[in-house]
């Protein structure tokens, strides 16, 4: 301001002119680059569950493109789950051997966990393990020493097996020749843990 009063009025009037324009110019490239961003993580958000196969090639490179940044952001999470052709589902097996000899046997999830929000929790557990297949070994080892260690404390086993269960959805035709939902199950040893080591 003190610039402005030691100038003449008309140089004065055009600073204040220039400082405007270049103001206002300033805003409208913020306005600007938020409406773009805007639109861009909107595409990110509608294109990550358009991308789940089987889609367009149209979708498959626009994919490449927002991929990372939808990504970066974690806004891609469970959409092959619900997507047209989901996969496998895993649950975890266990058998527990007991003080006094005897064996329980059950599964993760179990399906009688109530408040229904568990079950989800105990699900996606399940199938973080699933995806264990990618993490390295240690990783993997540790989370299974985590369930067992889990199972021994609630339960008060001595010895406990843990087994991943894949079940594959049925094919159509599957269903059509008079299959059920409830096949297709395979059972995998994991690793068997005594409750005193953990």
């Not at 055009?14 to 306005?31: D, K, P, S, W, Y």
Request: aromatic share 10%.
């Amino acid at each position: 301001m003190r610039i402005l009063s030691v100038l003449p009025p008309a140089q004065s009037l055009r600073l204040g002119f220039t400082a405007l324009r270049q103001n206002r110019i300033a805003r409208l490239i913020g306005f600007a680059l938020v409406n773009l961003w805007l639109v861009f993580h909107l595409a990110g958000i509608v294109i990550a569950p358009w991308s789940v196969p089987p889609s367009s090639r149209l979708v498959q490179n626009s994919w490449g493109k927002i991929g990372p940044y939808v990504q970066l952001l974690f806004l891609n999470h469970g959409y092959h789950y619900f997507a047209p052709e989901p996969g496998s589902s895993t649950l975890v097996a266990y058998v527990l051997e007991m003080p006094d000899g005897r064996q329980e046997t059950g599964r993760i999830p179990n399906r009688g966990i109530w408040p229904r929000l568990l079950y989800h929790r105990h699900f996606m557990l399940t199938e973080f393990l699933a995806a264990g297949d990618n993490y390295p070994p240690a990783v993997r080892k540790e989370l299974l020493r985590s369930m067992a260690r889990e199972l021994c404390r609630e339960h008060g086993a001595i010895r406990v097996t843990l087994n991943k269960v894949t079940h594959r959805l049925p094919t159509m035709e599957h269903i059509r020749a008079g299959g059920t939902l409830n096949e297709n199950y395979t059972e995998e040893f994991l690793d068997t843990f005594s409750c005193d080591e953990l």
